[in-house]
Nanobody, 120 residues
Framework: QVQLVESGGGLVQPGGSLRLSCAASGSIFSITVMGWYRQAPGKQREMVATIISSGITNYADSVKGRFAIYRDNANNTVYLQMNSLKPEDTAVYYC??????????????WGLGTQVTASS
């Protein structure tokens, strides 16, 4: 297992930018998939962006072209760069790490989340 700690959330005006960080307690080199998810009040948690160990990324349609996920294996950190923020991006953002070994989930860890609010 790894412990995940998110940071970088806050209040920003629509059109602004934020960069979220997810620091892992151990090496992320062997983690299969890392991702960012979000949950707005009254809504289900949804995938925002994921990145696999090879570097391939996947994004929700609602954030394509505005958000970018990248991982820094040397510093055991995954980032989410968020540009052109919209009010509908307001949510608690969670970091997730999944390690798959021999086709089975070895662990599936979540951080406690960081609040992002895009409002004027």
């Amino acid at each position: 297992q790894v412990q995940l700690v998110e940071s970088g959330g806050g209040l920003v005006q629509p059109g602004g930018s934020l960069r979220l960080s997810c620091a892992a307690s151990g090496s992320i080199f062997s983690i299969t998939v890392m991702g960012w998810y979000r949950q707005a009040p009254g809504k289900q948690r949804e995938m925002v962006a994921t990145i696999i160990s090879s570097g391939i990324t996947n994004y929700a349609d609602s954030v394509k072209g505005r958000f970018a996920i990248y991982r820094d294996n040397a510093n055991n950190t995954v980032y989410l760069q968020m540009n052109s923020l919209k009010p509908e991006d307001t949510a608690v953002y969670y970091c997730n790490a999944v390690r798959i070994v021999d086709g089975r989930v070895d662990f599936d860890s979540w951080g406690l989340g960081t609040q992002v609010t895009a409002s004027s």
